[in-house]
């Protein structure tokens, strides 16, 4: 089967990739209903989709990715009240996002759980920006995606076991003690679930990279808003998590054997 799919991957990587992209965006579909259900604790299957603004229950044709954004001008069909651009944002980013982890990972067992792993985070990401909390019911799901990446990957596991048990240990020690020392004041509990969760994927490594990361990016980006924007120093942190694992998840290997090189420790 996988030297079916690599030989279709060889033959025909443009149709592959666009493949992939329509695929990413219909994902992208999902995450928007996921994105503004789950924190008003509505159901994301049973419900169907439906206008924000005036309920009405939408047909086939307004709910094409992209497509039905640029169709319908940004607008409900029928009480004409503006779409929200996200929907449009969501859709193409993970379309993309699908693409490169495609273009990097190529075709393996583990391309599609880390789809999976940059779609959860995408959607803390963006649920964390704007209401400032991390759902628990996705912060599982990261740890189910982990337990499953261990079992695809059980004869490296064995070899490396301390790596993936140490990963969420490591985090949980971390940002347990940041909580208890500060009383729960420099760091959420969703902030903490959520690094536990990619340590079972990530292992240790590469989640302690994505910690760094985040934690780069997130100072950086904040201080600039709070220069530019006049934001506060509150800050949801899921984004910056979220950036930074997934940049460990595709390149946490040629990262790490890179520093290593670069200071002499290798």
């Avoid at 460990?248 to 040629?254: D, M, R, V, Y």
């Amino acid at each position: 089967m996988k030297e079916s799919l690599n030989l279709i991957f060889t033959s025909a990587p443009a149709a592959v990739y666009i493949i992939t992209f329509i695929f990413g965006v219909c994902i992208g579909s999902f995450l928007n209903v996921c994105i503004y259900r789950i924190p008003e604790h509505q159901s994301i299957v049973v419900v169907p989709s439906h206008c924000m603004s005036c309920g009405k229950k939408l047909h086939w044709y307004e709910l094409v990715p992209l497509f039905s954004y640029i169709f319908l001008r940004g607008k409900c069909h029928g009480c004409k009240a503006k779409i929200s651009p996200q929907y449009f944002i969501v859709e193409l980013i993970t379309g993309l996002l699908f693409v490169l982890v495609l273009f990097v990972k190529g075709i393996s067992a583990d391309t599609p759980l880390c789809w999976a792993f940059i779609s959860a985070l995408f959607v803390i990401g963006v649920i964390d920006a704007r209401t400032f909390e991390i759902p628990f019911p996705i912060v599982v799901f990261i740890g189910i995606l982990g337990a499953i990446r261990i079992a695809v990957n059980y004869a490296t596991f064995r070899e490396n076991w301390w790596n993936i048990v140490f990963g969420p240990v490591a985090m949980c020690v971390f940002f347990g003690l940041i909580i208890f020392f500060s009383n729960g004041r420099a760091m959420g509990g969703g902030d903490y679930k959520l690094a536990i969760a990619a340590g079972l994927f990530l292992g240790l490594k590469q989640v302690t990279l994505g910690l760094v990361l985040g934690c780069i990016i997130g100072s950086v980006i904040h201080v600039l808003l709070m220069v530019v924007k006049k934001k506060g120093r509150e800050l949801a942190f899921g984004p910056y998590l979220g950036i930074g694992f997934g940049l460990s998840a595709l390149w946490g290997n040629e990262m790490i054997n890179w520093y290593l090189t670069v200071t002499g420790l290798r």
